[in-house]
């Protein structure tokens, strides 16, 4: 089946309309953090940047939210890879049970549990610490991960692990040597996914981390606003700083993730 030229050129307008849509937005906060702040001359002005770093103390909010996006993609990663792999290629009684109550972690917003969550940490002595801000973010996207990896593993073929035992290799070997290399942008994918969903969350580090000590970026992002509410070219550098980590790490692993969203899809 051929298509005509306008239906290739109806297609590059909507696909820049789209594109313009999602960067239009983007660049504005760009241009803005680098525009001159109050009482001083226009120019680009990069010295906001270091002005946001000092002033809002993103360092040490930065820091906290590497460390708890450390736990939470990391243990998110193993568990969901181990829990993938169980329901995509064995059966076992109450294996559909088992895997709707996963689906739960999806389904029930952090905003319904995290008051009673909060009072069962805190009577156990928990808050204001990394686990009390990790471990729920961990329960949430293993659900997620869970899912993903489900259908990635029934979708490789089955011949996969029997040349794998066939080989002397056990499941743990199998998933280890044969499977997870094999799944690997569909790893990558959900890697990233956790990792902007953790780095993005504000409720769960906000009630769980009351004394302020553990804020983590978008919490001390919050802050920032609040106390420079007019200092606009301030408040998006401080955003830029915020969103950097996360841009970075797609960029590097675009390729990867790219390819895992469109064979997700395909599934």
């Given at each position: 089946m051929r298509v005509s030229r306008a239906e290739t050129s109806l297609n590059y307008v909507i696909l820049l309309g789209f594109a313009?849509?999602?960067?239009?937005?983007?660049?504005t906060i760009v241009l803005t953090s680098v525009s001159a702040p109050?009482?001083?001359?226009?120019?680009?002005?990069?010295?906001?940047?270091?002005?946001?770093?000092t002033i809002g103390g993103f360092g040490r909010s930065l820091g906290n939210s590497v460390v708890?996006?450390?736990?939470?993609?990391?243990?998110?990663?193993?568990?969901?890879?181990?829990?993938g792999y169980a329901f995509g290629t064995?059966?076992?009684?109450?294996?559909?049970?088992?895997?709707?109550?996963f689906l739960l972690g999806l389904m029930i917003?952090?905003?319904?549990?995290?008051?009673?969550?909060f009072f069962d940490l805190r009577s156990l002595g928990l808050t204001d610490t990394f686990v009390a801000i990790a471990m729920p973010q961990v329960a949430q996207s293993i659900a997620f991960g869970t899912f993903w990896l489900r259908a990635q593993f029934r979708a490789l073929p089955s011949s996969l692990i029997e040349a794998a035992a066939l080989d002397g290799a056990g499941p743990l070997q199998a998933l280890v040597r044969v499977l997870v290399p094999a799944s690997r942008p569909a790893i990558v994918t959900m890697l990233v996914l956790v990792f902007m969903?953790?780095?993005?969350?504000?409720?769960?580090?906000l009630i769980m981390a009351p004394g302020g000590k553990l804020r983590t970026a978008p919490l001390?992002?919050?802050?920032?606003?609040?106390?420079?509410?007019?200092?606009?070219?301030?408040?998006?550098?401080?955003a830029v700083i915020v969103a950097l980590p996360t841009v970075i790490l797609f960029l590097f692993l675009q390729r990867h993730f790219i390819r895992g969203m469109l064979e997700g899809v395909a599934k």
């Open positions: 313009a849509f999602a960067l239009i937005p983007v660049l109050l009482g001083q001359s226009g120019g680009l002005h990069l010295e906001n940047f270091a002005r946001a770093w708890v996006a450390a736990i939470v993609v990391g243990l998110a990663t193993v568990l969901a890879i181990l829990a064995m059966r076992f009684r109450g294996s559909t049970v088992l895997f709707y109550l917003p952090s905003e319904a549990t995290i008051i009673p969550l969903w953790t780095w993005n969350e504000f409720l769960i580090a001390g992002l919050a802050n920032f606003q609040g106390q420079y509410t007019s200092e606009t070219a301030l408040l998006a550098a401080g």
